[in-house]
Protein backbone atom coordinates (compact mmCIF):
# COMPACT_ATOMS: atom_id res chain seq x y z
CA UNK A 1 0.00 0.00 0.00
CA UNK A 2 1.59 3.23 -1.09
CA UNK A 3 1.49 6.21 1.28
CA UNK A 4 -0.99 8.16 -0.57
CA UNK A 5 -3.20 5.18 -0.53
CA UNK A 6 -2.69 5.05 3.06
CA UNK A 7 -3.68 8.65 3.79
CA UNK A 8 -6.71 8.53 1.44
CA UNK A 9 -8.04 5.42 3.10
CA UNK A 10 -7.57 6.84 6.46
CA UNK A 11 -9.05 10.08 5.91
CA UNK A 12 -11.79 8.70 4.24
CA UNK A 13 -12.91 6.46 7.10
CA UNK A 14 -12.03 9.54 9.59
CA UNK A 15 -14.18 11.58 7.68
CA UNK A 16 -16.92 8.72 7.40
CA UNK A 17 -17.35 8.61 10.72
CA UNK A 18 -17.38 12.42 11.12
CA UNK A 19 -20.20 12.64 8.87
CA UNK A 20 -22.43 10.02 10.82
CA UNK A 21 -21.44 12.05 14.13
CA UNK A 22 -22.23 15.13 12.15
CA UNK A 23 -25.74 13.69 11.04
CA UNK A 24 -26.34 12.66 14.56
CA UNK A 25 -26.14 15.69 15.72
CA UNK A 26 -28.39 17.91 13.62
CA UNK A 27 -31.07 14.93 14.20
CA UNK A 28 -30.76 16.24 17.64
CA UNK A 29 -30.74 19.75 17.16
CA UNK A 30 -27.37 20.96 17.21
CA UNK A 31 -26.58 23.67 14.88
CA UNK A 32 -25.18 23.14 11.64
CA UNK A 33 -21.72 24.90 12.70
CA UNK A 34 -21.92 22.15 15.28
CA UNK A 35 -22.54 19.24 13.09
CA UNK A 36 -20.02 20.52 10.64
CA UNK A 37 -17.12 20.92 13.56
CA UNK A 38 -18.05 16.93 14.32
CA UNK A 39 -17.31 16.12 10.49
CA UNK A 40 -13.69 17.08 11.29
CA UNK A 41 -13.37 16.75 15.25
CA UNK A 42 -15.91 14.02 16.23
CA UNK A 43 -14.39 12.86 19.11
CA UNK A 44 -14.01 16.12 20.80
CA UNK A 45 -17.88 16.15 19.74
CA UNK A 46 -19.52 12.87 20.32
CA UNK A 47 -19.95 13.19 24.07
CA UNK A 48 -22.66 15.58 22.45
CA UNK A 49 -24.58 12.62 21.36
CA UNK A 50 -24.53 11.33 25.21
CA UNK A 51 -25.50 13.67 26.49
CA UNK A 52 -29.50 14.53 27.08
CA UNK A 53 -30.87 18.26 25.70
CA UNK A 54 -29.15 21.07 28.02
CA UNK A 55 -30.73 21.96 30.76
CA UNK A 56 -30.83 25.57 30.33
CA UNK A 57 -32.86 24.64 27.00
CA UNK A 58 -35.71 23.25 29.20
CA UNK A 59 -36.44 26.10 32.03
CA UNK A 60 -38.76 26.45 34.43
CA UNK A 61 -40.11 29.56 36.23
CA UNK A 62 -36.95 30.32 37.43
CA UNK A 63 -35.01 29.49 34.03
CA UNK A 64 -34.74 33.66 32.73
CA UNK A 65 -33.48 34.57 36.02
CA UNK A 66 -31.27 31.43 36.68
CA UNK A 67 -29.74 32.28 32.80
CA UNK A 68 -29.43 36.22 34.09
CA UNK A 69 -27.87 34.95 37.29
CA UNK A 70 -25.27 32.72 36.37
CA UNK A 71 -24.65 34.88 32.71
CA UNK A 72 -23.52 37.81 35.36
CA UNK A 73 -21.46 35.80 37.64
CA UNK A 74 -19.53 33.92 34.99
CA UNK A 75 -18.67 37.57 33.39
CA UNK A 76 -17.49 38.89 36.67
CA UNK A 77 -15.32 35.85 37.11
CA UNK A 78 -13.86 36.33 33.65
CA UNK A 79 -12.38 39.27 34.40
CA UNK A 80 -8.35 39.29 34.36
CA UNK A 81 -8.50 41.29 37.63
CA UNK A 82 -10.35 38.55 39.42
CA UNK A 83 -8.55 35.11 37.62
CA UNK A 84 -8.66 32.23 39.94
CA UNK A 85 -11.18 33.59 42.64
CA UNK A 86 -14.16 31.93 41.68
CA UNK A 87 -14.08 28.43 40.90
CA UNK A 88 -15.66 27.16 37.46
CA UNK A 89 -16.42 24.03 38.52
CA UNK A 90 -17.94 25.18 41.91
CA UNK A 91 -20.56 27.98 39.68
CA UNK A 92 -21.41 24.91 37.05
CA UNK A 93 -22.24 22.75 39.90
CA UNK A 94 -24.47 25.04 41.93
CA UNK A 95 -26.01 26.09 38.62
CA UNK A 96 -26.73 22.36 37.86
CA UNK A 97 -28.25 21.89 41.05
CA UNK A 98 -30.31 25.02 40.81
CA UNK A 99 -31.60 23.97 37.31
CA UNK A 100 -32.67 20.69 38.32
CA UNK A 101 -35.04 22.24 41.45
CA UNK A 102 -35.95 24.54 38.67
CA UNK A 103 -37.16 21.55 36.96
CA UNK A 104 -39.02 20.11 39.77
CA UNK A 105 -40.95 22.91 40.37
CA UNK A 106 -42.11 22.83 36.43
CA UNK A 107 -43.00 19.71 37.03
CA UNK A 108 -45.29 20.34 40.18
CA UNK A 109 -46.98 23.18 38.52
CA UNK A 110 -47.88 21.11 35.70
CA UNK A 111 -49.08 18.62 38.16
CA UNK A 112 -51.02 21.63 40.19
CA UNK A 113 -52.70 22.45 36.58
CA UNK A 114 -54.65 19.18 36.76
CA UNK A 115 -57.95 20.08 38.45
CA UNK A 116 -58.18 16.27 39.57
CA UNK A 117 -54.80 16.97 40.97
CA UNK A 118 -55.29 20.27 42.74
CA UNK A 119 -58.76 19.50 44.51
CA UNK A 120 -57.10 16.49 45.74
CA UNK A 121 -56.85 16.25 49.80
CA UNK A 122 -52.79 16.13 49.84
CA UNK A 123 -52.73 18.85 47.05
CA UNK A 124 -52.26 21.12 50.18
CA UNK A 125 -49.15 19.41 51.05
CA UNK A 126 -47.72 19.49 47.14
CA UNK A 127 -48.76 23.48 46.94
CA UNK A 128 -46.97 24.14 50.48
CA UNK A 129 -43.71 22.08 49.30
CA UNK A 130 -43.63 23.87 45.94
CA UNK A 131 -43.53 27.27 47.75
CA UNK A 132 -41.10 26.05 50.05
CA UNK A 133 -39.07 24.98 47.10
CA UNK A 134 -39.60 28.23 44.91
CA UNK A 135 -38.77 30.13 48.37
CA UNK A 136 -35.24 28.12 48.34
CA UNK A 137 -34.47 29.33 44.66
CA UNK A 138 -34.76 32.94 45.26
CA UNK A 139 -32.88 32.91 48.50
CA UNK A 140 -30.29 30.78 46.29
CA UNK A 141 -30.44 33.38 43.30
CA UNK A 142 -30.22 36.79 46.14
CA UNK A 143 -26.96 35.07 47.46
CA UNK A 144 -25.41 34.97 43.75
CA UNK A 145 -25.71 38.97 43.93
CA UNK A 146 -23.85 38.85 47.41
CA UNK A 147 -20.85 36.45 46.38
CA UNK A 148 -20.77 39.56 43.11
CA UNK A 149 -20.40 41.91 45.75
CA UNK A 150 -17.99 40.08 47.32
CA UNK A 151 -15.78 39.40 44.36
CA UNK A 152 -16.00 43.27 44.62
CA UNK A 153 -13.91 43.36 47.25
CA UNK A 154 -11.75 40.76 46.72
CA UNK A 155 -11.00 43.18 43.78
CA UNK A 156 -9.83 45.71 46.17
CA UNK A 157 -9.04 43.38 49.19
CA UNK A 158 -7.40 39.91 47.68
CA UNK A 159 -8.62 38.28 50.49
CA UNK A 160 -10.18 35.00 48.35
CA UNK A 161 -11.10 33.29 51.75
CA UNK A 162 -14.80 34.52 51.97
CA UNK A 163 -16.17 34.05 48.67
CA UNK A 164 -14.56 31.02 48.43
CA UNK A 165 -16.31 29.80 51.77
CA UNK A 166 -20.14 31.68 50.63
CA UNK A 167 -20.17 29.73 46.69
CA UNK A 168 -19.27 26.32 48.86
CA UNK A 169 -22.19 27.62 51.23
CA UNK A 170 -24.25 28.36 48.54
CA UNK A 171 -23.46 24.29 46.86
CA UNK A 172 -24.51 22.87 49.82
CA UNK A 173 -27.87 24.77 49.55
CA UNK A 174 -28.31 23.99 46.11
CA UNK A 175 -27.70 19.95 46.76
CA UNK A 176 -29.73 20.68 49.72
CA UNK A 177 -32.68 21.96 46.97
CA UNK A 178 -33.05 18.01 46.22
CA UNK A 179 -33.64 17.03 49.68
CA UNK A 180 -36.31 19.97 50.25
CA UNK A 181 -38.04 18.89 46.96
CA UNK B 1 -19.92 35.41 21.11
CA UNK B 2 -17.98 36.86 18.15
CA UNK B 3 -14.69 35.14 16.83
CA UNK B 4 -12.77 38.10 17.67
CA UNK B 5 -13.84 37.98 21.36
CA UNK B 6 -13.22 34.73 21.77
CA UNK B 7 -10.23 35.10 20.26
CA UNK B 8 -9.33 37.64 22.82
CA UNK B 9 -10.17 35.17 25.71
CA UNK B 10 -8.56 32.29 24.25
CA UNK B 11 -5.62 34.32 24.22
CA UNK B 12 -6.31 36.02 27.79
CA UNK B 13 -7.64 33.16 29.75
CA UNK B 14 -8.10 29.59 27.89
CA UNK B 15 -8.50 28.38 31.15
CA UNK B 16 -12.15 30.24 31.18
CA UNK B 17 -13.43 29.25 28.20
CA UNK B 18 -12.18 25.25 28.58
CA UNK B 19 -14.00 25.70 31.68
CA UNK B 20 -17.42 25.51 29.64
CA UNK B 21 -18.16 22.29 30.69
CA UNK B 22 -21.94 22.18 29.60
CA UNK B 23 -23.08 20.39 26.47
CA UNK B 24 -24.58 23.44 25.02
CA UNK B 25 -21.52 25.47 25.12
CA UNK B 26 -19.39 22.36 23.58
CA UNK B 27 -22.16 22.51 20.90
CA UNK B 28 -21.45 26.58 20.56
CA UNK B 29 -17.50 26.95 21.18
CA UNK B 30 -16.44 23.84 19.05
CA UNK B 31 -17.12 25.12 15.16
CA UNK B 32 -14.93 29.09 15.96
CA UNK B 33 -11.73 26.99 18.12
CA UNK B 34 -11.93 24.98 15.11
CA UNK B 35 -11.47 27.76 12.75
CA UNK B 36 -8.73 29.36 14.92
CA UNK B 37 -7.17 26.20 14.95
CA UNK B 38 -7.08 25.26 11.52
CA UNK B 39 -6.46 28.60 10.42
CA UNK B 40 -3.43 29.10 12.60
CA UNK B 41 -2.22 25.69 12.02
CA UNK B 42 -2.37 26.66 7.91
CA UNK B 43 -0.41 29.25 8.40
CA UNK B 44 2.53 27.92 10.35
CA UNK B 45 2.15 24.89 7.34
CA UNK B 46 2.40 27.69 4.42
CA UNK B 47 5.69 29.53 6.33
CA UNK B 48 7.39 25.92 6.84
CA UNK B 49 6.73 25.12 2.98
CA UNK B 50 7.28 28.72 1.48
CA UNK B 51 11.07 28.51 1.51
CA UNK B 52 10.67 25.31 -1.21
CA UNK B 53 8.24 27.23 -3.65
CA UNK B 54 4.70 27.98 -3.70
CA UNK B 55 3.62 24.07 -4.14
CA UNK B 56 5.30 22.65 -1.47
CA UNK B 57 3.71 25.41 0.60
CA UNK B 58 0.60 24.69 -0.20
CA UNK B 59 0.97 20.99 0.29
CA UNK B 60 2.61 21.92 3.73
CA UNK B 61 -0.88 24.22 4.48
CA UNK B 62 -3.18 21.06 3.41
CA UNK B 63 -0.98 19.17 5.71
CA UNK B 64 -0.38 20.93 8.99
CA UNK B 65 -3.59 21.58 10.19
CA UNK B 66 -4.43 17.60 10.67
CA UNK B 67 -0.97 17.29 12.15
CA UNK B 68 -2.73 20.02 14.77
CA UNK B 69 -5.63 18.10 15.22
CA UNK B 70 -5.18 14.58 14.77
CA UNK B 71 -3.09 13.35 17.44
CA UNK B 72 -4.79 15.25 20.10
CA UNK B 73 -8.07 14.27 19.12
CA UNK B 74 -6.75 10.28 18.84
CA UNK B 75 -5.90 10.45 22.20
CA UNK B 76 -8.60 12.26 24.18
CA UNK B 77 -10.37 9.06 25.00
CA UNK B 78 -6.43 7.78 26.69
CA UNK B 79 -6.34 11.13 28.49
CA UNK B 80 -9.96 10.33 29.82
CA UNK B 81 -8.88 6.96 30.73
CA UNK B 82 -6.01 7.88 32.49
CA UNK B 83 -7.23 10.86 34.38
CA UNK B 84 -10.01 8.52 35.83
CA UNK B 85 -7.73 5.27 36.40
CA UNK B 86 -5.48 8.05 38.19
CA UNK B 87 -8.29 9.54 40.69
CA UNK B 88 -8.78 12.48 38.71
CA UNK B 89 -12.46 12.35 37.32
CA UNK B 90 -13.20 14.99 34.56
CA UNK B 91 -16.18 14.94 32.21
CA UNK B 92 -15.61 14.14 28.74
CA UNK B 93 -17.00 17.41 27.29
CA UNK B 94 -14.93 19.50 29.70
CA UNK B 95 -11.97 17.72 28.30
CA UNK B 96 -12.74 17.90 24.85
CA UNK B 97 -13.54 22.28 25.57
CA UNK B 98 -10.41 22.49 27.01
CA UNK B 99 -8.49 20.54 24.33
CA UNK B 100 -9.98 22.08 21.13
CA UNK B 101 -9.24 25.66 23.14
CA UNK B 102 -5.27 24.67 23.74
CA UNK B 103 -5.98 23.87 20.52
CA UNK B 104 -7.04 26.98 19.33
CA UNK B 105 -4.71 28.84 21.40
CA UNK B 106 -1.92 27.30 19.79
CA UNK B 107 -3.12 27.81 16.34
CA UNK B 108 -3.05 31.45 16.95
CA UNK B 109 0.59 31.09 18.78
CA UNK B 110 1.53 29.21 15.56
CA UNK B 111 0.12 31.94 12.92
CA UNK B 112 1.95 34.70 15.14
CA UNK B 113 5.17 32.50 15.14
CA UNK B 114 4.71 31.38 10.83
CA UNK B 115 7.11 34.67 9.58
CA UNK B 116 9.77 34.04 12.54
CA UNK B 117 9.75 30.23 11.12
CA UNK B 118 9.62 31.56 7.22
CA UNK B 119 12.91 34.10 7.63
CA UNK B 120 14.80 31.72 7.80
CA UNK B 121 13.54 28.90 5.96
CA UNK B 122 13.45 31.70 2.86
CA UNK B 123 17.23 32.45 3.52
CA UNK B 124 18.57 29.28 1.92
CA UNK B 125 18.86 27.66 5.34
CA UNK B 126 20.60 24.36 5.08
CA UNK B 127 18.21 21.66 4.79
CA UNK B 128 18.84 19.46 7.91
CA UNK B 129 19.00 22.74 10.16
CA UNK B 130 15.82 23.98 8.59
CA UNK B 131 13.93 20.70 9.59
CA UNK B 132 15.18 20.58 13.21
CA UNK B 133 13.99 24.19 13.33
CA UNK B 134 10.40 23.20 11.91
CA UNK B 135 9.93 20.69 14.69
CA UNK B 136 11.65 22.68 17.57
CA UNK B 137 9.04 25.60 16.52
CA UNK B 138 5.95 23.11 16.20
CA UNK B 139 6.71 21.84 19.29
CA UNK B 140 7.11 25.61 21.34
CA UNK B 141 3.76 26.14 19.39
CA UNK B 142 1.57 22.91 20.54
CA UNK B 143 2.99 24.00 24.07
CA UNK B 144 0.08 26.16 25.02
CA UNK B 145 -2.33 23.40 24.15
CA UNK B 146 -0.79 20.96 26.29
CA UNK B 147 -0.91 23.01 29.04
CA UNK B 148 -4.44 24.16 28.92
CA UNK B 149 -5.76 20.34 28.70
CA UNK B 150 -3.36 19.80 31.68
CA UNK B 151 -5.19 22.32 33.75
CA UNK B 152 -8.39 20.86 32.82
CA UNK B 153 -7.85 17.93 35.02
CA UNK B 154 -8.80 18.77 38.15
CA UNK B 155 -6.05 18.98 41.33
CA UNK B 156 -7.13 16.26 44.16
CA UNK B 157 -6.23 12.75 42.37
CA UNK B 158 -3.48 11.54 44.16
CA UNK B 159 -1.70 9.85 40.80
CA UNK B 160 -2.76 13.27 39.18
CA UNK B 161 0.99 13.95 37.71
CA UNK B 162 1.35 10.47 36.48
CA UNK B 163 -1.78 10.68 34.54
CA UNK B 164 -0.32 13.87 32.79
CA UNK B 165 2.92 12.46 32.20
CA UNK B 166 1.46 9.54 30.74
CA UNK B 167 -0.84 11.88 28.65
CA UNK B 168 2.10 14.01 27.03
CA UNK B 169 4.32 10.54 26.55
CA UNK B 170 1.79 9.19 24.46
CA UNK B 171 0.97 12.51 22.52
CA UNK B 172 4.31 13.36 22.09
CA UNK B 173 5.05 9.76 20.10
CA UNK B 174 1.56 10.15 18.38
CA UNK B 175 2.39 13.79 17.14
CA UNK B 176 6.07 12.79 15.89
CA UNK B 177 4.93 9.30 14.01
CA UNK B 178 2.11 11.48 12.76
CA UNK B 179 4.38 14.12 11.71
CA UNK B 180 6.66 11.72 9.96
CA UNK B 181 3.42 9.78 8.22
CA UNK B 182 2.31 13.48 6.88
CA UNK B 183 6.35 14.61 5.45
CA UNK B 184 7.36 16.63 3.72
CA UNK B 185 6.54 19.91 5.10
CA UNK B 186 10.00 20.97 4.51
CA UNK B 187 11.38 19.61 1.27
CA UNK B 188 14.78 18.65 -0.02
CA UNK B 189 16.40 21.28 -2.17
CA UNK B 190 17.49 18.75 -4.88
CA UNK B 191 13.66 17.03 -5.03
CA UNK B 192 10.51 17.95 -6.22
CA UNK B 193 7.76 19.31 -4.52
CA UNK B 194 5.29 15.80 -3.28
CA UNK B 195 2.29 15.65 -1.19
CA UNK B 196 3.34 12.86 1.02
CA UNK B 197 6.63 10.83 1.14
CA UNK B 198 6.72 6.91 0.94
CA UNK B 199 6.03 5.37 3.94
CA UNK B 200 9.66 4.12 5.37
CA UNK B 201 11.60 3.74 8.83
CA UNK B 202 10.40 6.03 11.34
CA UNK B 203 10.43 9.36 13.09
CA UNK B 204 13.29 8.51 15.36
CA UNK B 205 15.59 7.02 13.14
CA UNK B 206 15.03 10.14 10.80
CA UNK B 207 15.65 12.33 13.64
CA UNK B 208 18.89 10.95 14.61
CA UNK B 209 20.27 10.88 11.19
CA UNK B 210 18.91 14.68 10.52
CA UNK B 211 21.02 15.77 13.90
CA UNK B 212 23.80 14.42 12.48
CA UNK B 213 23.47 15.29 9.10
CA UNK B 214 23.23 18.78 10.67
CA UNK B 215 26.22 18.72 12.61
CA UNK B 216 28.44 17.99 8.73
CA UNK B 217 28.31 14.11 9.38
CA UNK B 218 26.67 12.76 6.36
CA UNK B 219 27.56 9.06 6.47
CA UNK B 220 25.44 7.20 5.00
CA UNK B 221 26.51 3.90 6.84
CA UNK B 222 24.65 6.23 9.72
CA UNK B 223 20.97 5.89 7.56
CA UNK B 224 18.27 3.33 8.65
CA UNK B 225 19.38 0.23 7.39
CA UNK B 226 15.58 -0.69 7.65
CA UNK B 227 12.16 0.36 9.54
CA UNK B 228 11.48 0.03 12.93
CA UNK B 229 13.12 2.23 16.10
CA UNK B 230 15.34 -0.20 16.99
CA UNK B 231 16.80 -1.65 13.59
CA UNK B 232 19.55 1.79 13.11
CA UNK B 233 22.97 1.10 13.92
CA UNK B 234 26.40 1.87 12.51
CA UNK B 235 27.15 -0.53 9.94
CA UNK B 236 30.64 -2.41 10.79
Do not use: N
Amino acid sequence: MTSSTLAISVATAWLAVGLVVGAALLRRGAGAPAALAAVVVWPAMVSLLASGPALRDIAGPYGAHITAAFTALRAAAADAALAGVLDPVAITAVEVALRQADLRLAAADRLLADPAVAADDGAGRLVSARAHAAEQIEATLRQLVTVRVQVGLVALAGDTGPVRAHLAELAARARALAEVA
Amino acid sequence: MSLFTLTTQVLRDPDAVASSAASAALGRLAPPLLALAVGGAALFGLAAGAGSGPLQATYAAVKMPVLFLLPPLVVLPLVHAFAEACGASVPWSRLSVATLAGLARSGLLAAAAAPVLWLPLSVETPYHLAVLLFVASFMTVLLPALSTVARAVPRGGTLRPMALVGTALTLGLLIAQTGWVLRPFVARPTVAPTFLRAVEGDVFSALGATTRSATGDYDDAWAPESAGVWRERRAE
